[in-house]
């Protein structure tokens, strides 16, 4: 052998056995993640940037280098995620914060972000009041950002969908109107009693009760006597109590509109099979919104053993969008990132993601209507989670319960 080849050869070998270290080598870049642990959607958030991680990680990283993720436990309190933000920026050095699915304590982040310069993007919080003070401030806010459909977005989902489905196809007239009593649900129920009447549906009663609740007897009881043929919801904090109270007394009226823990094969299970029949609104599901979407909950389900709740879908496009942004930036500082994010034109695994810029009411959310992302509206059928809506991802048609008035 030559002394060319054998040169050649020995680079070669150094070049396989060392390159990955050298690549991993390079200094991570940090992205803190604070989330609700031990709640469905707190820890499908976790999941997501888990998942969305690793797989940039074992591409390489971003240009050479690898994220690593510190994630904080905000025990579902905003003076826990306060502190988990600033230790996020002054111990670990976050170029960004993701997460949190509760909107109390994403309005109680947003000041921090603004104060410490330091990028936040919400994955689970809905209130709009969130991408209002980017635009009614946009200097001072500009650091925030909401990858996911506000609420009162989400209420303009539910009321599509019944539209085209539950009147068109099954003619029902009435609703009940009846959410948790959280900062979310003000502009989602205030949709819902301007949207609903434009669907065709009368709205026989609106009331809203505390998320602590613990017996909802009375509540059906009270909602029963109206006689709708739907209940309209607005559940997260909540929803496992009234879904089994509802199908052990079978109450004749349908529940569609959000239950934010039935988006989880894990519900299933802690239900019981009581979750069968609930129709309700997510960012995502095991169905082919985007090529991307299947395969992300197949992976997903490998890794952690059940399907992602809706701030899994959020969080794993937003480490994405967040990776795409630092590459298209050559950078990490900050006022370059928040450019690069502006700029975001992706296709994830809940649509086509773009940020409204600072003109819009809704200044650095996610741009919401058929041409990006919509939602998809989701029926738990023979202990399987399908997607009725919209058609073009739709696996099942509605199916309504024995026991539901038709």
Not at 135 to 149: A, E, I, P, S
Not at 169 to 194: C, H, I, M, R
Not at 352 to 360: A, D, P, R, V
Request: charged letters at 15%; hydrophobic letters at 45%; a neutral charge.
């Amino acid at each position: 052998m030559s002394v060319f080849k054998k040169m050649a050869l020995i680079v070669a070998v150094f070049a396989f056995v060392f390159l990955p270290r050298l690549v991993f080598a390079a200094e991570p870049i940090n992205i803190g993640i604070i989330a609700e642990q031990g709640t469905l959607v707190g820890d499908s958030i976790v999941n997501g940037a888990k998942l969305a991680a690793d797989q940039i990680n074992a591409k390489g990283g971003i240009d050479g280098r690898p994220i690593k993720l510190f994630i904080y436990d905000d025990h579902m309190r905003a003076t826990d995620a306060v502190q988990a933000f600033q230790r996020a920026v002054y111990d670990h050095h976050v170029v960004a914060v993701v997460g949190s699915w509760i909107s109390e304590v994403a309005l109680a982040l947003e000041p921090w972000a603004a104060r410490l310069h330091t990028i936040y993007i919400t994955t689970g919080a809905a209130d709009p009041k969130i991408t209002q003070l980017v635009h009614n401030n946009y200097n001072m806010y500009k650091y925030v950002f909401q990858l996911k459909y506000n609420a009162t977005e989400m209420a303009q989902t539910v009321c599509n969908f019944i539209r085209d489905d539950l009147v068109k196809q099954y003619g029902y007239k009435t609703a009940f109107v009846a959410s948790e009593n959280a900062a979310w649900t003000e502009p989602l129920d205030a949709e819902y009693l301007k949207c609903l009447p434009q669907t065709g549906i009368k709205v026989v009663g609106h009331m809203r009760f505390a998320p602590n609740t613990t017996d909802f007897t009375p509540i059906f009881t009270d909602i029963k006597s109206k006689n709708p043929d739907l209940l309209v919801t607005g559940w997260a904090h909540t929803g496992l109590q009234q879904t089994v109270q509802w199908h052990e007394a079978k109450y004749p009226f349908l529940i569609v509109g959000i239950n934010a823990q039935a988006s989880t094969s894990d519900f299933w299970k802690k239900s019981n099979g009581a979750t069968e029949g609930i129709i309700s609104q997510a960012e995502g599901s095991p169905a082919p919104i985007t090529p991307k979407t299947i395969p992300f909950v197949k992976e997903y389900e490998k890794v952690f053993g059940i399907t992602p709740a809706y701030g899994g879908y959020t969080t794993y496009d937003a480490i994405y969008v967040l990776a795409q942004a630092i590459k298209r930036a050559k950078s990490t500082n900050t006022d370059a990132l928040i450019k690069a994010l502006e700029a975001t034109n992706y296709i994830g695994v809940m649509g086509h993601i773009e940020f409204y810029g600072k003109e819009s009411p809704y200044a650095h959310g996610i741009k919401y209507g058929p041409s990006y992302a919509t939602g998809v509206m989701l029926q738990w059928q023979h202990g399987k989670l399908e997607t009725v809506w919209p058609p073009h991802a739709a696996t099942a048609k509605v199916i309504i319960p024995s026991f539901v008035k038709k």
